[in-house]
């Protein structure tokens, strides 16, 4: 029988509150378009209000109206390849440039950057600034993330000190373009006390998924992440206290996030933007939810940032080099190994997770490389089933509702099996303390 | 010399518990308890709860131990019983005697109904059996069996154990009070409660990791009274206060030394009338308790959250709560598992500079083994780290000047190590800078 | 084989086995030298500090055969020499190499070296060396220098000896007698279009990246010699093209030939098995190790995987400007992702400048049928008029 | 003087005689199958019997399509793409026309031509299926009827359906889930295909940026239902000649007798 789902009511003023937030960024007339983790705290500070694009993709792909920019796109030597974040963005920029408006949404319309920042942690997102400079003409700074092939202290440290150095030269470029004086170190370090607080809440509200039954559900938690994102201040942090609150109240009286959860579920990878609601529907039609997951909950113990800055990675005397410590985090740019102890070991040993799922997005080369591997990694070391589901983050073009739920269904009907199985070898022991 | 900024909301404790106390007034049953005896359970079956170990480190905070000791002493109790049972035997001959001269109002005993002990060390269950001699009241022993092996099957069976033997004491209880019948929703509302409590003791033993610490862990120790004693919401209350102060500390960049340079693990219970000394002693080192595994509840190794997943609460049944809970904590656990529980989870994370051991002389379970852990610190997580030998309210083993030396000692460890270190990394700065 | 009085054919199929057969010649220099093979994997890997330390660098190329086994643990969406390198991984034919080192050039290349030992049991940990993209950026070019004194000592540490800066003087001397030769070969073929086939000009390179430079500069000196009396032939009337692309593999026999089958002669490349394994001399007149830096940071062509300034479209026009190339041909690997932004970068451009272009995507061992040589030469017949 | 021109495709082989003034003579088409020259044989032998002339008296003859080449040597002086023929062929009927479409039943192309029919730039699908015949035959044949008649019903759609998957096997999946749902009007799926090809093809008509006048070529011209979403989409009236399957092969006549012309300085 199919669960109800009890959503957090908190996550309706999300919306609302974005919307206030980026109206108060109007006044700013340096617009810097950013992709991948570009700095983000240092823009206000230095009078530039920033456009995240993958957000405004995804927002695009969520109104289920990416593909005709895709194809827009595609048709101007757009690669069907590329990563569909970028796909759409530069599809509606090509579309805009050629004044298209009868395919442009309003609310899709874009403002021009007066410069592009882009965070090196793909194959995407430098080349994609690159086009978008060469487009608008605008100038374009790349913030380099080292990958972490080795995770020795030392070695993070220097690359920590490499970041930082670059943030010192984005601080000044971003002055440059603003034609800002003073760069404003009260408005980082309010940011930054903001983010610790936020962090603390996500961190307490990631902890409480681990409930039995789960107070909310992980898409719940994926779907808040864009306030950590892109406000970062008071208002933002008092949201993930209300957040966190009354997920208290529900883990106290026990309430739980689907009327009736059998499935307790990980999931990898980011979420097929487009599909979020269907996915929810989907999973609770059978008692399964998502209780954990690596995207979106940065949070981890080892995670480079927090070793290098105990316990949470935040240095309030010098908020750049935190920023920098953090950039090491990233899924991307972490080794092998740590990508498993972060991302799976950690998730699978602390949320009675009963299957897991690993999203892998056609259009997102390595999230999928060894999605493989990681699967039959989990199957052998925790002997919990694991499926690799190709699917894409924001080109609706990868996604087949009904092979989606053929799969998943198959995958909790392992769940059923090994539970069987589990159970007829307990009955075969008896217990001698059962009084 | 770092000056102490303490948090706040620690100065409620005391009224709170006043008040709690008075509240309890009401029973006209009261049981003595001593170690882990299902406190949650007596309110339920109309028993209020006195423990025995709080009081005597009350008497002995308060710096009134030794003539009760001294007094036990000359009738028979031996100097090396646990000073716990010591203070508290020892005030209730006088008591007996009628010795009101040397008793404070505020000491003052309630002879008992019924004694419930845990039997979780050599003490308690004979402590107990004692009092039941003396006040010829009916005694419950919980015994909690030794978790040689912590696999979970095997921890699993302990907790049934345990929570059969709860089912037992709840009916013993309410013989003993003449409740008819056991007030389920109390229980239930208290572990709700409890969990919630719970929840911010966790986040409040995550904050202590914050560099610099926004509170000292002597402050989170003398607050665990309230998470013992009383169950209520106003419990809850109390430590979300707590947490919230010390998140807005955190948030702020505001320590509790304003110079932290050491940051210290203690393992032990606290030599609670030498609270203040110690405090003053480490400030005045610029360093600072930050971890610990005493009167910190719920963390990862608790073996309750391994039985009931994550938390360790099943809200549908609070006994099994309650057995779970019970099923391998502290002298009851395994050397490796108290490897894990009391050493590395309060040193991953903590950024620990040292590690302090307290071996008190009169609690021998403590001590067995403190040798090696304190090795085992040393080699496996190259942390400098003594044992301190004290006790928890015996007097008579503690010495200030041998302390600060120790303590000086410790430390100066700590800052030849560092050297070491800052010598290694500039030898590597050169080598990428093509200087050697 | 007698590199004296060998025949131009004969010389080239040498070249040929060189290139399809690595393991041949490595295994042959192990045994005459005990010296250590190191696979590498990227074109900024610093070869000469490998060569100085006395270890052979070899080039894992892509194999031009079936993938199999790897299909099992890599998507049908990831690159062709991805999966022909965990391929070969797991048939064992890598066996030759005693490390792997790999410089990231690119996001997937790392992450796969990263993996290759849960790939296939028969790799133990893949060396690394991460340099940054960021060319221009003097704190990345810091790094950079850090990054390969720390591969220098992680060398040493191989090889058993240190890597004397004479050593390493030395080693660069050689890898620039080799590039200088191919840079000679391309002139000729610049201009005596069609004096050699483009698929012998990308064996001889090939070659020049898997076998012992010494012996492959030895090859190269004779293979020139034997041009002399080719240069009085007639030259291709064909259309000269310029090819660009296959930046971390061989490009596919059948596209080269197609082209030149289809009505076209390639007159010049920018390709990774061609221009842009040699193009960048070093230079001897600064230290050793800055030498290697610097060739690093001030590339001749343009990198997908790098970041600069400039437009990689103007690059390859002056390509085909100095080669009086009628047209260019990008042959761009499928889901090489940093080769699509480049490739629409570029394509802008010659549709600014008019030079006609043409897309050719490859993917690995699926050949095309006729469709592809259909497209070559409706590219060439619409140049006609 | 007659010359001919042989379109070898996938499918089918087309065959068209011409004489000096570009008269057509007689055309004719037959099932390739596996043997290209019986193909070809066959077709000549059809069309010359038409004319009452023997192969013999053709004096040039140009070979085009995918078996161009294997039928060089015996049926033809020279080989030129579908391409550079279908351009010739569509500026035969419409000398207005600046662009042709032709979809095959393994390839797409978009041609942009001038007033001569010369080729000034051209688009062509990759490996892929989609936008291509095959992808319609596929389609046609999971809702049970042949292309043609699909074509037409498609016609009937109040509100065509999205079809956005690319691949012809999850497109596949991805139509059959669509009839499985309830109230989903069977046309309204046909459309939806029918715009799914198109806007595949429509693709390579932006790259090869094409203008209007649009001529369309080959089979798929006949399929009712992608003319319509076509003439939507690209906002203009698309010409089809008559016969469309053998403009390839017309092309082909044309480039034979100009190049006889060129090589004798005839005109």
Not at chain 2, 214 to 219: E, G, Y
Not at chain 3, 358 to 381: C, I, N, W, Y
């Amino acid at each position: 029988m199919a669960s109800t789902v009890n959503r957090i009511k908190t996550t309706t003023k999300i919306s609302p509150m974005l919307d206030e937030y980026y109206a108060s960024m109007a006044h700013f007339d340096c617009v810097a378009w950013c992709m991948g983790p570009s700095g983000y705290e240092l823009m206000n500070g230095a009078g530039v209000s920033c456009f995240q694009a993958e957000s405004s993709s995804a927002r695009i792909a969520g109104g289920q109206a990416a593909t005709p920019f895709i194809e827009y796109g595609q048709a101007r030597g757009v690669s069907p390849d590329m990563c569909s974040y970028a796909k759409i963005n530069l599809g509606l920029v090509l579309a805009e440039l050629d004044e298209r408006w009868d395919m442009i949404d309003e609310r899709y319309r874009l403002n021009p950057p007066d410069l592009v920042v882009a965070g090196n942690i793909c194959p995407s997102m430098m080349q994609w600034a690159h086009v978008l400079g060469q487009i608008y003409h605008v100038p374009v700074f790349i913030l380099d993330y080292p990958f972490c092939y080795d995770s020795d202290l030392d070695v993070l440290r220097d690359n920590a000190k490499y970041i930082r150095e670059q943030l010192e030269n984005l601080k000044e470029f971003l002055l440059k373009c603003s034609g800002q004086k003073e760069f404003r170190g009260e408005t980082l370090m309010n940011q930054m006390a903001a983010c610790r607080e936020m962090d603390f809440y996500q961190q307490n509200i990631g902890e409480m998924l681990r409930t039995v039954p789960a107070p909310a559900s992980f898409i719940d938690n994926a779907f808040s992440m864009t306030p950590a994102i892109s406000m970062k201040n008071e208002k933002a942090a008092n949201f993930y206290k209300e957040f966190m609150e009354e997920m208290i109240e529900r883990v106290k009286t026990g309430t739980s996030s689907i009327s009736n959860e059998r499935y307790r579920i990980m999931w990898r990878g980011n979420f097929p933007w487009f599909k979020i609601g269907f996915l929810s529907r989907l999973l609770a039609k059978y008692d399964a939810l998502l209780v954990s997951g690596c995207y979106g909950t940065h949070i981890h113990q080892d995670s480079p940032a927090n070793r290098l800055i105990p316990p949470d990675g935040f240095d309030l005397k010098d908020p750049i080099w935190g920023m920098a410590c953090f950039g090491l985090g990233g899924g991307y740019v972490s080794n092998y190994e740590d990508k498993w102890k972060s991302e799976f070991v950690s998730q699978i040993e602390n949320f009675s997770i009963d299957a897991v799922i690993i999203q892998a997005p056609h259009t997102c080369r390595p999230w999928t490389l060894t999605s493989r591997e990681l699967c039959q990694r989990v199957e052998d070391t925790y002997g919990i089933p694991c499926i690799v589901l190709e699917a894409d983050h924001t080109d609706p073009a990868y996604f087949n509702d009904a092979q989606v739920e053929t799969r998943i269904k198959a995958l909790l009907e392992t769940v059923d099996a090994r539970r069987e199985e589990k159970a007829r070898k307990a009955a075969a022991e008896t217990d001698e303390f059962d009084f | 010399m770092a000056t102490v900024n303490r948090l706040q909301c620690t100065a409620k404790i005391s009224p709170m518990l006043d008040e709690y106390y008075a509240s309890m007034a009401h029973y006209d049953c009261v049981a003595w308890c001593m170690g882990p005896s299902a406190y949650e359970m007596m309110g339920a079956a109309g028993v209020s709860c006195f423990q025995a170990e709080s009081s005597s480190a009350r008497i002995a905070g308060g710096h009134d131990a030794t003539p009760f000791i001294e007094y036990g002493q000359a009738r028979g109790v031996s100097p090396d019983m646990c000073s716990y049972a010591k203070i508290n035997i020892g005030l209730v001959l006088a008591q007996q005697d009628g010795r009101w001269d040397m008793i404070k109002e505020r000491y003052r005993l309630n002879p008992p109904n019924l004694i419930v002990a845990g039997n979780i060390c050599p003490s308690m269950m004979q402590w107990a059996h004692l009092l039941g001699q003396i006040y010829h009241v009916p005694v419950f022993i919980i015994d909690y069996p030794f978790a040689y092996d912590s696999s979970i099957e095997a921890l699993t069976a302990n907790a049934k154990y345990i929570r059969a033997q709860l089912e037992k004491l709840k009916d013993f209880l309410l013989k003993c009070s003449g409740q008819k019948e056991f007030n389920w929703d109390m229980l239930r509302e208290q572990t709700a409660c409890v969990r919630e409590m719970s929840l911010y003791q966790r986040s409040i033993s995550r904050l202590f990791q914050v560099v610099p610490a926004p509170a000292s862990f002597i402050d989170s120790a003398v607050s665990m009274v309230p998470a013992i004693s009383m169950k209520n919401q106003k419990a809850a209350d109390f430590y979300k206060e707590f947490m919230l102060e010390m998140l807005d500390r955190a948030a702020n960049g505001i320590g509790s030394l304003d110079n932290e340079r050491y940051r210290i693990m203690w393992r032990g219970n606290f030599p609670w009338f030498k609270i203040s000394f110690l405090s003053k002693l480490f400030a005045k080192y610029d360093a600072l308790l930050v971890s610990g595994e005493y009167g910190v509840y719920g963390l990862e190794e608790r073996v309750g959250n391994k039985i009931i997943p994550p938390d360790g609460f099943d809200l549908n049944d609070p006994l099994w709560t309650i057995a779970a809970g019970g099923a391998g904590g502290g002298y009851i656990a395994s050397y490796e598992s108290k490897w894990k529980s009391e050493f590395t989870q309060y040193i991953n994370g903590y950024s620990i500079d040292a590690v302090i051991i307290q071996a008190p002389h009169t609690c021998r379970p403590w001590t067995l083994t403190t040798r090696e852990f304190a090795q085992r610190v040393n080699d496996e997580l190259g942390i400098p780290c003594i044992v301190l030998e004290a006790d928890h309210t015996d007097p008579a083993y503690f010495n200030d000047a041998q302390v600060e030396t120790r303590v000086k000692a410790l430390l100066e460890t700590v800052d030849a190590r560092r050297e070491e270190k800052a010598k290694k990394d500039a030898e590597r700065e050169a080598m990428l800078n093509g200087e050697l | 084989m007698d590199v004296k009085n060998c025949t131009l054919q004969e010389l080239l199929k040498e070249f040929a086995y060189r290139a399809h057969e690595p393991a041949d010649a490595a295994n042959a220099w192990k045994a005459k030298t005990g010296g250590k093979v190191i696979g590498i994997a990227g074109l900024d890997v610093p070869e000469p500090l490998i060569h100085a330390a006395g270890m052979l660098p070899v080039v894992l190329l892509d194999r031009d055969e079936a993938v199999t086994l790897a299909n099992a643990h890599v998507e049908m969406h990831q690159c062709g020499y991805i999966r022909s390198l965990v391929d070969q991984a797991m048939k064992g034919e890598l066996q030759y190499c005693d490390e792997l080192l790999f410089h990231d050039c690119c996001h997937i290349v790392r992450m796969l070296g990263d993996a290759m030992h849960t790939f296939c049991d028969k790799i133990k940990k893949v060396q690394f060396i991460y340099l940054p993209p960021l060319l221009e950026y003097e704190t990345a070019q810091k790094y950079a220098m850090k990054e390969m004194r720390k591969l220098r000592k992680r060398l040493e540490a191989i090889a058993g000896n240190p890597i004397t800066d004479e050593a390493l003087a030395a080693s660069i001397k050689v890898y620039n007698t080799q590039k200088k030769l191919l840079i000679e070969l391309y002139d000729i073929r610049r201009a005596y279009p069609g004096i050699l086939k483009a698929v012998d000009v990308s064996n001889v390179v090939a070659a020049g990246m898997c076998m012992p430079k010494e012996d492959h500069i030895e090859l190269l000196k004779r293979l020139i010699e034997l041009l002399e009396p080719e240069k009085a032939k007639p030259v291709s009337t064909a259309i000269p093209v310029v090819v660009h692309g296959s930046l971390c593999e061989r490009c596919d026999d059948y596209v080269l030939n197609d082209i030149e089958a289809t009505g076209g002669v390639i007159v010049d490349d920018d390709l990774y098995v061609g221009s842009r394994y040699f193009n960048t001399l070093y230079d001897e007149t600064i230290a050793p190790m800055d030498a290697i830096h610097k060739a690093y940071i001030k590339r001749v062509s343009p990198c997908p995987t790098r970041y600069e300034e400039r437009n990689p479209g103007d690059y390859l026009a002056d390509m085909v400007k100095n080669a009086n190339a009628k047209g260019i041909i990008m042959v761009v690997v499928k889901f090489c992702e940093a080769h699509d932004y480049f490739y629409f970068t570029a394509h802008r451009r010659f549709q600014d400048l008019k030079i006609p272009e043409m897309l050719v995507e490859t993917e690995h061992d699926s050949a095309p049928e006729g469709q592809l040589k259909t497209r070559l030469q409706g590219f060439f017949e619409s140049m006609e008029v | 003087m007659i010359f001919a021109g042989i379109d070898i495709g996938s499918t089918t082989t087309e065959v068209v005689l011409l004489d000096e003034n570009k008269k057509i003579l007689a055309t004719s088409q037959v099932l390739t199958g596996f043997a290209l020259e019986e193909a070809a044989e066959k077709a000549f032998a059809i069309c010359c019997e038409q004319v009452g002339c023997t192969r013999a008296d053709i004096l040039y003859s140009v070979s085009t399509g995918y078996g161009r080449e294997l039928v060089l040597a015996e049926f033809a002086d020279e080989q030129y793409t579908e391409i550079a023929c279908h351009a010739k062929g569509a500026n035969y009927w419409f000398p207005e026309a600046r662009g042709v479409i032709d979809i095959g039943g393994q390839d797409s192309k978009a041609i942009a031509i001038n007033d001569v029919g010369g080729i000034t730039g051209f688009a062509m699908n990759d490996k892929c299926a989609a936008g291509t015949g095959r992808f319609l035959d596929v389609m046609a044949g999971i809702m049970g009827l042949d292309v043609g008649e699909m074509g037409r019903q498609s016609l009937l759609a109040t509100k065509p359906v999205l079809v956005s998957s690319i691949c012809t096997v999850f497109a596949e999946s991805e139509v059959i889930s669509l009839l499985s749902k309830k109230g989903t009007d069977p046309h309204d799926i046909m459309a939806g295909i029918h715009e799914s090809v198109v806007r595949r093809v429509n693709m390579l008509v932006q790259k090869a940026q094409l203008i209007p006048p649009i001529v369309m070529s080959g089979g798929v011209a006949k399929n009712a239902g992608v003319v319509k979403a076509f003439e939507d989409v690209l906002k203009t009236k698309i010409l089809i000649p008559e016969d469309p399957q053998s403009i390839g092969a017309l092309g082909a006549a044309i480039l034979a007798r100009n190049k006889y012309f060129s090589k004798n300085n005839l005109n």
